[in-house]
């Protein structure tokens, strides 16, 4: 099997500082680390490998920084890395730009699986995977927490991770792209020779220029704006305040049901007849139904009098 493995570098929580003067993060004294979810990426990737042969091929877009990233992917056992760089490149490009590139340099390649580290919050998602899967056309799965082959290779048993803790078991059949949940799996610790040999190692770096690959100007490819796409921008959400007149407890409680209220339900008894009349009633009250004769008063053109 022929795994692929995108892997990005992201900031270091604990190096991330509030500059007390200004109130905004100190990005200079912010330290990047490979993306944990990624490196989870890399070793299930490692393990199919295993499993059921191959190679494990690891991609990175971005500048030379990423080398160490990619090191670190080869000192854990992969095949091969590769850093995709061009002269035009920002510092960073947006989603879609780096999903658009990433499938330009897959598409050269055989390949069963592509795999990315679950990189999104409990309030966002990722948007990398999904645009990759829509440029090289093949289905996303996310929060895969286990993974096994099936139909000799040619399909996977998949489990993901739901909202509440609850889990979907589904199956899907290669080629596919999957983002891997931290809980997959345990990285495996690289020997010290293998750390000394991907030190000394050469990174191997694809050139393409961002703006002769999308078509478009450089400025236009850097802003999001490339083929007319636009980041996703959702409506924000009202926070619910409580009642200040309220005490204490009445607003925690209402804080914690978001305000909701509690619906009431409406409770018919009695013989058949009379419960179908107070249903009837209640949808016409509601505006479900009409009463009789109303339609022809309002001279629906649909509707016409019965003889006498």
């Not at 407890?249 to 339900?265: D, N, P, Y």
């Not at 409770?267 to 009463?291: H, W």
Request: with cysteine; glycine share 10%.
């Amino acid at each position: 099997m022929k795994v692929i493995v995108v892997v990005r570098r992201v900031p270091e929580p604990a190096s991330l500082e509030v500059d007390q003067r200004t109130g905004l993060v100190d990005f200079q004294r912010l330290v990047h680390i490979t993306s944990p979810p990624d490196l989870c990426a890399v070793e299930e990737g490692l393990r199919l490998r295993e499993k059921a042969g191959g190679q494990v091929t690891v991609l990175a877009p971005g500048p030379p920084e990423l080398e160490d990233s990619l090191r670190e992917c080869l000192a854990m056992g992969a095949d091969r890395v590769l850093r995709i760089w061009g002269s035009d490149w920002p510092r960073e490009i947006p989603p879609s730009a780096a999903a658009f590139v990433l499938a330009r340099v897959i598409r050269d390649r055989t390949f069963d699986l592509v795999l990315c580290g679950e990189n999104g919050g409990p309030f966002e998602a990722d948007p990398l995977p999904a645009w990759l899967s829509q440029c090289l056309q093949v289905p996303l799965v996310t929060a895969v927490t286990d993974l096994k082959m099936a139909d000799g290779g040619q399909g996977l048993l998949l489990q993901r991770k739901l909202e509440k803790g609850r889990r979907q078991v589904l199956e899907c059949r290669t080629p596919a792209l999957l983002t891997v949940d931290p809980s997959l799996n345990r990285l495996r610790e690289s020997s010290l020779p293998s750390l000394l040999r991907a030190l000394e190692a050469a990174v191997e770096t694809v050139e393409i220029e961002l703006g002769s690959i999308l078509g478009l100007l450089p400025e236009e490819v850097f802003s999001g704006n490339a083929g007319g796409l636009q980041p996703l921008n959702p409506a924000p959400l009202p926070i619910y305040t409580p009642d200040s007149s309220l005490p204490a407890r009445a607003r925690i409680e209402q804080m914690l049901s978001g305000g909701l209220v509690e619906k009431e339900g409406l409770l018919v008894e009695g013989p058949p007849g009379a419960v179908v009349e107070k249903i009837i009633g209640f949808l016409i009250k509601k505006g479900f139904l009409m009463e009789e004769g109303c339609l022809e008063k309002a001279g629906h053109p649909g509707v016409k009098a019965n003889p006498q």
